[in-house]
């Protein structure tokens, strides 16, 4: 789909508050409610904007540790990608999961209430993952850009 600067700027708006209704959005990006309507359902159908959703502030919560993990794990084993990969769909603490490069072999983002919780699953359930052979961790001191949103200049340079 070739996104016109319409497009960007209903997807702007929409980061901005996906709760906006489709009339306050028309009345944002200048079109009519049934033009406005029609582009963001394309957008949705072509799998540009995949979902809706509320973020919560961890912080709030009471979830003070903020970590980022580093996991290395042997490669001699068949199917220890899969069996991570299930592995770590199980743990609530894990808000993101990635395959990276280096070498390390994953990069998780993982939440906790404090460091008794956040150690607790570094020793009960990391450590304990067949073919873990190494977890490097990196505690967020201070945040200073977090975001979900996508910056629509990225798709114009």
Known sequence: ?????????????LQQDGRISNLELADQ??????ACLRRV???????IINRYSALLDAE??????????????????????EDFALALQQWPEVVGSFIIT???NYLLRVRARNLKQYS???????????DVLEIR???????????????VALLLQ
């Open 1 to 13: 789909m070739n996104l016109d600067a319409m497009d960007l700027k209903i997807l702007t708006a």
């Open 29 to 34: 990006v200048f079109l009519s409610p049934s």
């Open 41 to 47: 359902r394309l957008l949705e159908e072509a799998g």
């Open 60 to 81: 709030v919560l009471g979830l003070e540790v903020d970590a980022f993990v580093q996991v290395t794990m042997r490669r001699d084993v068949e199917g220890w990608h």
């Open 102 to 104: 280096g070498e390390a």
């Open 120 to 130: 607790a699953f570094v020793l009960e359930k990391l450590y304990k993952t067949r």
């Open 137 to 151: 961790s990196n505690i967020v001191m201070q945040t200073l850009k977090d975001t979900t949103a996508i910056d």
